[in-house]
């Protein structure tokens, strides 16, 4: 009797496993050769069903293939997902004049809805990708469908002050951000975390996770023009949530309950008219900690 349930089992588990191998296999994703205005060279890969909607990953200077190939792309079962690299980000080419102001990203992204014949996209941005989509928003109101807020931030100071207030909490440190000091502040306070081999919590109290996601993102060599320019530019760090009262269109917000990365009441210092908020219990990189929530939140959404 043993016998024949350990086989019944063994053959369940190759049955899943082949199940699973076909349904990533089944997976139709079309790489787009999209060329902006100032000759620089975009990523994109599409594939999905449904509504467009364009993918704006976080960093600053990250990139999409560990949303993509991390269980993001179970959004494709309802929308038809264009996931690009930022200009200066991971596979993309970078600007010949380091062109790297939110008006030129904001230009990338409607190039990339035009040269693929969209007319109304939704938008998912994850991170520092927040401040993009929102101003994507603010400027091509009429070709957004609704945003997707996911673990973003609107405010770049804000979110590195509860990382330190994080990690003092964490290792027991005493770190101030002095003046406009925020981010020297920051960088000693991540020092001290890597130093206890912590940094992981940042993004999640999954470590594995964190290791998956280090994994995808050391998987091939990537571009990181954009990270190196982005710190020399105060109009990224300001307080950006003063401008969510203007953005008309529908929105929805997914938070985590321990994004350490962002602050996990982050969220409610946004005020979008037309919002409502998923708060999901878990870290930085909720679709792929909680796939099953992040996917049932963007599918109420989007129906």
């Known amino acids: 009797m043993n016998n024949m349930r350990n086989s019944l089992l063994f053959l369940?588990?190759?049955l899943c496993t082949i199940c699973n191998t076909y349904s990533q296999s089944k997976r139709n994703v079309t790489n787009i050769h999209v060329l902006t205005s100032d000759s620089v060279s975009l990523f994109v890969n599409k594939a999905g069903k449904g509504t467009p909607c364009i993918f704006v990953h976080g960093g600053p200077g990250a990139w999409s293939k560990s949303f993509e190939e991390m269980r993001g792309s179970v959004v494709e079962q309802k929308l038809t997902m264009y996931y690009f690299d930022q200009r200066g980000c991971g596979?993309?080419?970078s600007p010949a004049n380091?062109?790297?102001s939110p008006e030129r990203m904001v230009e990338d992204?409607?190039?990339?809805r035009k040269q693929t014949g969209e007319n109304k996209v939704y938008l998912i941005a994850h991170s520092f990708g927040g401040i993009l989509a929102l101003k994507y928003a603010e400027e091509h109101p009429e070709?957004?469908?609704?945003?997707i807020m996911l673990n973003a931030t609107l405010y770049v100071d804000n979110s590195l002050l509860n990382q330190i207030a994080f990690i003092n909490?964490?290792?027991g440190s005493h770190i101030v951000a002095p003046g406009d000091s925020v981010l020297q502040a920051f960088i000693e306070a991540k020092k001290q975390l890597r130093k206890a081999d912590l940094e992981y919590k940042i993004l999640s109290n999954n470590k594995a996770a964190v290791d998956k996601l280090d994994s995808v993102d050391n998987s091939e060599q990537r571009n990181n023009s954009f990270a190196?320019?982005?710190?020399a530019m105060p109009i990224y760090w300001g307080d950006l949530t003063k401008e969510t009262i203007k953005v008309k269109v529908p929105v929805l917000v997914i938070t985590g309950t321990k994004d350490n990365n962002i602050g996990p009441e982050h969220y409610k210092l946004f005020k979008f008219p037309n919002q409502q908020v998923k708060v999901i219990e878990g870290g930085h990189i909720l679709y792929y900690e909680k796939n099953k929530e992040f996917a049932e939140a963007v599918f109420n959404f989007v129906k």
Do not use: C
Request: proline share 0%.
């Open 228 to 231: 190196q320019h982005v710190f």
């Open 12 to 14: 369940l588990i190759v």
């Open 98 to 100: 380091n062109d790297y």
């Open 109 to 112: 992204i409607e190039t990339i």
């Open 91 to 93: 596979r993309s080419a």
């Open 169 to 171: 909490k964490t290792l």
């Open 143 to 147: 070709h957004v469908k609704g945003l």
